[in-house]
């Protein structure tokens, strides 16, 4: 009997002890698994609740975790510390270690490797992830439907949206899909259809490669299908709990297919370009419940003289109980060198009620 009391009294130490402990700020406390913590949140699963918790990162007064976790540090704090992570147990900018907050200073988090301690404070940690993640864990989803107003006809038309993202250790992909589709009597049909899909692999130094891949049909730039195809370069120049800012560059390839027009009635010779590219995007998602993203990419090419494409893009999103969320946005499409009879530029606001995984 006392073996077994022993047994369960050791079984117990060991459950207790893999459990992650935070507390908050106003003094309440939660047990369980911290799955992750990403653009300011960090998620926890309890067992004694059918949903995860999330808790913004400032919130937080203590924290310990019984298990080793994937660290992401500022850029500010990695430049500090090369010699450490050379030495410790790290992937990258990133270091594989369990943590808890330190005796003294609240402000301060101490990360246990198994080459030794490193005490960092709370806001140079930018990202965590568990190593016992699930893959549904590591996955993201967002569906949206909304009402539109376009530049084309100016029609109104129903927009539906949907995003998908993976991300591991080393490596994230993600793919998205808008579609606007609007009929009208004794008018033309107004159809525009955004579809991406990329890959990109991260580097120390805040670098990573990208590849990528854009598909555009767009009635309003006489576009049957732009497909345009990435490879380059991106850089983290700010990432914090706060936002992120990244610039990307490198060489494109797009091939080009119109409607068939007056001047053209059978078939419009389809046009290649090779071009380069630059982009930019700023992300701020810890204003409440708000997240702002902008994004701008430029392709000048260099097999047409002179031709230059952009695209922009802005998105707010506000986040909703029961993970739902609303959202509103602009996409604008420029070429100075259109397609016959096509408009140099196009258009799309929209708005939307979503929900997200």
């Given at each position: 009997m006392k073996r077994i009391s022993l047994l369960l009294l050791i079984i117990t130490g060991i459950s207790v002890n893999a459990q992650d402990?935070?507390?908050?700020?106003?003094?309440?406390?939660?047990?369980?698994?911290?799955?992750?913590?990403?653009?300011?949140?960090?998620?926890?699963?309890?067992?004694?609740?059918?949903?995860?918790?999330?808790?913004?990162?400032?919130?937080?007064?203590?924290?310990?975790?019984?298990?080793?976790?994937?660290?992401?540090?500022?850029?500010?704090?990695?430049?500090?510390?090369?010699?450490?992570?050379?030495?410790?147990?790290?992937?990258?900018?990133?270091?594989?270690?369990?943590?808890?907050?330190?005796?003294?200073?609240?402000?301060?988090?101490?990360?246990?490797?198994?080459?030794?301690?490193?005490?960092?404070?709370?806001?140079?940690?930018?990202?965590?992830?568990?190593?016992?993640?699930?893959?549904?864990?590591?996955?993201?989803?967002?569906?949206?439907?909304?009402?539109?107003?376009?530049?084309?006809?100016?029609?109104?038309?129903?927009?539906?949206?949907?995003?998908?993202?993976?991300?591991?250790?080393?490596?994230?992909?993600?793919?998205?899909?808008?579609?606007?589709?609007?009929?009208?009597?004794?008018?033309?049909?107004?159809?525009?259809?955004?579809?991406?899909?990329?890959?990109?692999?991260?580097?120390?130094?805040?670098?990573y490669l990208a590849t990528s891949a854009t598909f555009l049909e767009n009635d309003e730039m006489q576009l049957d299908l732009r497909s345009t195809y990435k490879v380059g370069l991106g850089f983290f120049i700010l990432r914090t709990n706060h936002l992120y800012l990244k610039i990307e560059g490198g060489a494109a390839y797009t091939n080009e297919k119109y409607f068939a027009t007056d001047v053209d009635p059978v078939d419009p010779n389809p046009r290649t370009s090779g071009e380069g590219y630059i982009g930019s995007e700023l992300n701020l998602f810890d204003i409440g419940d708000l997240n702002l993203m902008t994004n701008i990419v430029v392709f000048p090419s260099f097999t047409e003289d002179g031709r230059i494409r952009t695209d922009f893009k802005f998105e707010a999103k506000y986040d909703l109980p029961y993970d739902l969320y609303i959202k509103a946005g602009t996409t604008v499409n420029y070429d100075n060198q259109p397609a016959v009879e096509g408009s140099e530029y196009d258009y799309v606001m929209n708005t939307g009620l979503g929900w997200e995984l």
């Open positions: 402990v935070i507390k908050l700020k106003n003094g309440n406390e939660l047990n369980g698994e911290i799955k992750s913590m990403d653009r300011g949140v960090l998620t926890i699963e309890t067992d004694y609740s059918d949903s995860d918790f999330k808790v913004e990162w400032d919130k937080l007064s203590y924290i310990k975790t019984g298990s080793k976790y994937i660290v992401s540090l500022s850029k500010e704090s990695i430049e500090g510390m090369k010699s450490f992570m050379a030495e410790s147990d790290s992937i990258g900018d990133r270091i594989n270690a369990t943590l808890e907050s330190h005796p003294t200073n609240p402000d301060m988090i101490i990360l246990h490797t198994y080459r030794g301690d490193k005490t960092v404070k709370y806001s140079q940690i930018v990202y965590l992830k568990s190593f016992n993640e699930s893959f549904l864990s590591r996955l993201n989803a967002t569906i949206d439907v909304g009402f539109n107003i376009a530049k084309a006809n100016n029609l109104s038309q129903l927009n539906i949206g949907s995003t998908l993202g993976y991300l591991a250790d080393k490596w994230g992909a993600d793919a998205g899909l808008n579609i606007v589709n609007s009929e009208q009597d004794s008018v033309a049909r107004v159809h525009r259809l955004d579809a991406n899909a990329g890959f990109n692999w991260y580097l120390p130094k805040n670098l």
